[in-house]
C-alpha cells in the first residue's frame, strides 16, 4: 500500500510560481509511476503531467513548456514546478501513485489571483 501527501500549494499571482511536493510512502517500490491531477470548481479532474521511474515525462497541452515534474528518489518524493501560472490553473492539484491502479493524495489548493 502507498500513501501520499501533497503540500506547496498556495495563492499566486498571474506570471507567477509555485512548486508542490509530494511525498511517497509505504510500498514505494512497486510505483509504476506518479501523476499530477487537478480539479477546478465544477470541472472534471484532468491529468497534468506523468513522470515514471525511468524519468520518462509526459505533460497535457495546456501545461507544456510552463509545469515540470520531476522526482527525488532519495526523498520518495515527486514535484510539480510551475511557472508563469494563468488563474485558470486555479484548482486542487492530486499526486497519484499507479500501483495496479491509480492511489491518491489528498490534494493541495492553488489558486491564481488574475
Known amino acids: 500500500q502507498v500513501q501520499l501527501v501533497e503540500s506547496g500549494g498556495g495563492l499566486a499571482q498571474t506570471g507567477g510560481s509555485l512548486k508542490l511536493s509530494c511525498a511517497a510512502s509505504?510500498?514505494?517500490?512497486?510505483?509504476?509511476?506518479m501523476s499530477w491531477y487537478r480539479q477546478a470548481p465544477g470541472k472534471r479532474r484532468e491529468w497534468v503531467g506523468t513522470?515514471?521511474?525511468?524519468?520518462?515525462?509526459a505533460y497535457a497541452d495546456s501545461v507544456k513548456g510552463r509545469f515540470t515534474v520531476s522526482r527525488d528518489s532519495a526523498k520518495n518524493t515527486i514535484y510539480l514546478q510551475m511557472n508563469g501560472l494563468k488563474p485558470e490553473d486555479t484548482a486542487v492539484y492530486y499526486c497519484?501513485?499507479?500501483?495496479?491502479?491509480?492511489?491518491w493524495g489528498q490534494g493541495t489548493q492553488v489558486t491564481v489571483s488574475s
Open positions: 497519484a501513485a499507479f500501483v495496479g491502479s491509480l492511489t
Open positions: 509505504g510500498s514505494i517500490l512497486s510505483i509504476s509511476y
Open positions: 513522470i515514471t521511474s525511468s524519468d520518462s515525462r
